[in-house]
């Protein structure tokens, strides 16, 4: 069975950093797109950034471009955000997710996901 595990959540003050990490498993990596999402109660889920694990195509949202890095470490099979000058709308639950799709439907067609990780930015 599929394992995703995010970390490194937590509250900092706008303009802050943080760093998430998602341990993955039981995947063959190279098929699949991997990235982020975040949602807040009661909104719509919304793409933060993707990565194929296979070369170095990335997406990212108009909101993050700039700010934040999607990556990934193949020897340890995680896949990381690094996300700067955070501001209070990025106050959300990140996933990390996985999905065979790289583009535009990611969203629609995750195949894994995990549990998520909350981030909570102050003014």
């Known amino acids: 069975q599929v394992h995703m595990e995010e970390s490194g959540g937590g509250s900092v003050q706008a303009g802050g950093y943080l760093r998430l990490s998602c341990a993955i498993s039981?995947?063959?990596?190279?098929?699949?797109?991997f990235g982020w999402y975040r949602q807040n109660p009661g909104k719509e889920r919304e793409t933060v950034a993707l990565l194929k694990w296979s070369g170095d195509a990335t997406l990212y949202a108009d909101s993050v471009k700039g700010r934040f890095t999607v990556s990934r470490d193949n020897n340890k099979k995680t896949l990381y955000l690094e996300m700067n000058n955070l501001k209070p709308e990025d106050t959300a639950t990140y996933y990390c997710?996985?999905?065979?799709?790289?583009?535009?439907?990611?969203?629609?067609?995750?195949?894994?996901w995990g549990q998520g990780t909350l981030v909570t930015v102050s003014p």
């Open positions: 997710a996985a999905s065979l799709v790289y583009g535009g439907s990611w969203l629609k067609s995750l195949d894994a």
């Open positions: 039981r995947l063959s990596f190279d098929d699949y797109a």
